[in-house]
């Protein structure tokens, strides 16, 4: 089984930053790509940002120039870099991986529990 562990989320003032954290735990033979997803209050959950284990990463648009995501493949561990927040970045960022078990052929979507982050003055 792979389990991701989320933190950093919280309230921050608009223009401020916030880092959040997501850490992969379990035995698997890949787990890659991760990244973020959030879902605010009443709309679909929706891609803020994936990296590979190369460093390849994607964004969504609405976050391009203000959020970095990045990697420790050593200890499984994804960080967003959140700068420059608006109060439409309010909502639940969960953390997402994609993995392939040990002994399994197929690949299997692994959701963190989720993280509040809030931007409001």
């Known amino acids: 089984q792979v389990h991701l562990v989320e933190s950093g989320g919280g309230l921050v003032q608009p223009g401020g930053s916030l880092r959040l954290s997501c850490a992969a735990s379990?035995?698997?033979?890949?787990?890659?790509?991760m990244g973020w997803y959030r879902q605010a209050p009443g709309k679909q959950r929706e891609l803020v940002a994936t990296?590979?284990?190369?460093?390849?990463?994607n964004y969504a648009d609405n976050v391009k120039g203000r959020f970095t995501l990045s990697r420790d493949n050593a200890k499984m561990t994804v960080f967003l870099q959140m700068n420059s927040l608006k109060p439409e970045d309010t909502a639940v960022y969960y953390c997402n991986a994609v993995a392939v078990l040990l002994g399994a052929a197929s690949e299997i979507e692994v959701w963190g529990q989720g993280t509040l982050v809030t931007v409001s003055s």
């Open positions: 990296i590979t284990s190369a460093g390849n990463t």
């Open positions: 379990g035995v698997a033979r890949r787990i890659d790509p």
